[in-house]
C-alpha cells in the first residue's frame, strides 16, 4: 500500500472512531430539539442532518482555535439541523409576520417605560387581548425566531457563517462582541423567563419537565421561553439589524 493510501486509510479510520463515539451527542442534541417542534418534524431527519454536521465538524476541526472538539462538534451539529429546519419551515408566513410585531411592541414598550414590558403591556400596545397575545407566543414557539442559536447564526442573525475557518479579525471580534451583547441581555431578563432559559439550554430539560420545576403547566412555559426569546430579539434589535452596538 502506498503512502498515500495508508494515510487515507488512517484518516478514513479516525473518522469512523469519532462518528460512532459523538453519535450519542447527534441524538441528544435532536431529542433536546425535539421537545418544542411540532409533531410534523421527523426524529430520524434530524439525526440525518445532525449527522452531515458532525462530519463537517471532523473535517474543518482546529484545536489551535482553543475550544474543545465536543464543544465545536455540538454547535456545528446544532447549526446542521437548524439549517434542515430553515430548508422545510413549516410556519406560516403570517406566524412569523405576528411574532416579529411581537418583538417590535416588546421594544417600543420598554424604551418607553425604561424597565421589562409586562405581557398585559405588550398586549395594550398591540391592540389586542392578553388571550390572543399568549396564542400567538404558542403559535410561533416553533418558529426559528424562538433559538438562541438562531439569534446568532440564523439567515438573519449577527454571525452568519461564523463556524467558517477562514475567519478575519474582525469576523472573530463581531462574534465576541456579539456574545457579549447577547450574555449581559440574557443575564438581564425578568427572573422566570431567565430561569426557563437556563433550565432549557444550559441544564437541557424539556418543556414538560421545566413546568414541574416551576410549578407551571406546559403550555406557560411555551409562552414564558417564547416571550423570552422575542425579548431578546427586541433587546439585540440593532446588531440584528446590522448595525454597530457601541454600548
Given at each position: ?11 478514513a479510520?479516525t ?18 430539539l425535539m421537545?418544542?417542534?411540532?409533531d ?9 442532518s ?20 465536543d464543544?465545536?462538534?455540538g454547535?456545528?451539529?446544532?447549526g446542521?439541523?437548524?439549517d ?5 419551515d ?8 405576528k ?15 425604561g424597565r ?9 400596545h ?6 390572543e397575545y ?6 410561533g414557539?416553533s ?13 438573519d442573525g ?13 469576523d ?13 441581555a ?5 427572573e422566570r423567563e ?12 424539556s ?8 410549578d ?6 411555551s ?20 448595525k454597530?452596538?457601541?454600548?
Amino acid at each position: 500500500m502506498s503512502g498515500a493510501a495508508m494515510y487515507a486509510a488512517v484518516q478514513a479510520n479516525t473518522t469512523n472512531d469519532l462518528v460512532v463515539q459523538h453519535l450519542p451527542l447527534v441524538k441528544r442534541i435532536a431529542y433536546h430539539l425535539m421537545g418544542r417542534l411540532p409533531d410534523s418534524v421527523q426524529l430520524d431527519d434530524l439525526i440525518q442532518s445532525g449527522m452531515l454536521g458532525l462530519l463537517e465538524a471532523i473535517k474543518h476541526y482546529d484545536a489551535s482555535q482553543g475550544a474543545s472538539f465536543d464543544t465545536y462538534a455540538g454547535i456545528r451539529i446544532r447549526g446542521a439541523m437548524l439549517d434542515e429546519l430553515r430548508r422545510s419551515d413549516w410556519t406560516p408566513r403570517s406566524v412569523h409576520k405576528k411574532v416579529r410585531m411581537v418583538a417590535e411592541a416588546i421594544r417600543v414598550v420598554e424604551n418607553n417605560i425604561g424597565r421589562d414590558a409586562k405581557d398585559t403591556e405588550v398586549a395594550a400596545h398591540m391592540g389586542i387581548s392578553l388571550d390572543e397575545y399568549n396564542h400567538i407566543l404558542l403559535d410561533g414557539l416553533s418558529c426559528k425566531t424562538f433559538s438562541v442559536e438562531e439569534l446568532v447564526q440564523g439567515e438573519d442573525g449577527v454571525i452568519e457563517g461564523i463556524h467558517s475557518s477562514t475567519q478575519q479579525p474582525e469576523d472573530i471580534f463581531i462574534k465576541q462582541s456579539f456574545q457579549k451583547a447577547l450574555t449581559k441581555a440574557i443575564e438581564a431578563l425578568p427572573e422566570r423567563e431567565k430561569l426557563v432559559i437556563s433550565l432549557y439550554y444550559d441544564e437541557e430539560l424539556s418543556l414538560r419537565e421545566i413546568g414541574k420545576v416551576i410549578d407551571v403547566s406546559e403550555s406557560r412555559v411555551s409562552q414564558i421561553c417564547s416571550q423570552a426569546m422575542l425579548r431578546l430579539r427586541a433587546r439585540l434589535a440593532d446588531w440584528l439589524e446590522g448595525k454597530d452596538n457601541e454600548q
